[in-house]
């Protein structure tokens, strides 16, 4: 359970994400960086007590940011795009 917990960073709710949910049964959730597909399949099936179908992945760039001479860089982030299966629901709000 605290792998999972560890895993799942928070879930994306936006107005198209949630379209995507209600649509073709499609849930997107920020995730750690260094984890695969794999466990954030087992995660999500722990934590929300659903089947899922398949799990695609993005990997964001942060962006670059400059106020005079100083530039910095936010980190980057990985979001993770989980299909659950049908009959399978996730209540995010």
Do not use: C
Not at 20 to 45: L, M, P
């Amino acid at each position: 359970m605290s792998d999972a917990v560890r895993i799942i960073r928070r879930p994306l709710v936006t107005e198209k994400n949630m379209h995507r949910a209600e649509k073709r049964r499609e849930y997107t959730f920020e995730v750690v960086r260094n984890a695969n597909k794999i466990q954030i399949r087992h995660a999500v099936e722990l934590l929300f007590n659903v089947k899922v179908l398949g799990v695609n992945t993005i990997t964001a760039k942060g962006l670059e940011g400059r106020k005079g001479a100083s530039v910095t860089q936010d980190s980057d982030t990985k979001k993770a795009i989980v299909k659950l299966a049908e009959g399978h629901k996730i209540d995010l709000l």
